[in-house]
């Protein structure tokens, strides 16, 4: 009986670990990660903090190539060419972050301030939409309805 508890008590939580894994290598892809070098990453995210756009988004760059497929990598980038006035670079990587992740509630805020600031409401409006149906009472919606209700055309807006 002892024998039988141990193989069990042991042998289940391996077994079920086998098992798991090989149905995860079988019918998924690797979970992607923020990309093949954190460190472009979070060198994004402190050259964002520091104002300093061009490192931001050669950072965001590298981080994009070596994961194509991160919707936040993507975002960001966008965000720092906004911040340079690079719209529609912004806009392309905006797009790209979208196609990946349509939810994506930075994207949506991000690219509704750009509309804002290159003075396309209409397209602006149309991001808040998308945002308020994934999150009425998020930030990132509260952050762009103010925007777009303060918009007045030609007027600078202040955020990046």
């Known amino acids: 009986m002892k024998k039988f ?5 042991i042998g289940l939580p391996l077994l079920s670990l086998f098992l798991a894994t090989s149905v995860l ?4 892809a690797p ?9 472009d990453f979070a060198a994004g995210r402190k050259a964002v903090e520091a104002k300093n756009w061009t490192a931001a988004v050669d950072s965001f760059k590298k981080a994009v190539a070596a ?3 991160n919707p936040d990598a993507h975002n960001m980038l966008g965000y720092s060419y906004r ?3 690079r719209f529609d670079e912004s806009f392309a990587a905006y797009d790209k972050a979208l196609a990946i992740d349509p939810k994506h509630k930075g ?5 509704g301030m750009g509309y804002l600031k290159t003075n396309q409401k ?3 409006e149309a991001q808040l939409t998308k945002l308020t149906a994934v999150c009425a009472a998020c930030p990132e919606t509260v952050s762009l309805a ?5 918009y007045k055309p030609g007027a600078i807006i202040s955020t990046y």
């Open 5 to 9: 508890l141990i193989h069990t008590v």
């Open 25 to 28: 290598a079988a019918d998924t």
């Open 107 to 111: 994207a949506l805020e991000y690219s």
């Open 146 to 150: 103010k925007a777009v209700a303060d």
């Open 83 to 85: 911040a340079l006035g």
């Open 122 to 124: 209409a397209k602006a």
């Open 31 to 39: 979970t992607p990660v923020e990309s093949a070098n954190p460190d």
């Open 67 to 69: 994961n194509p497929k």
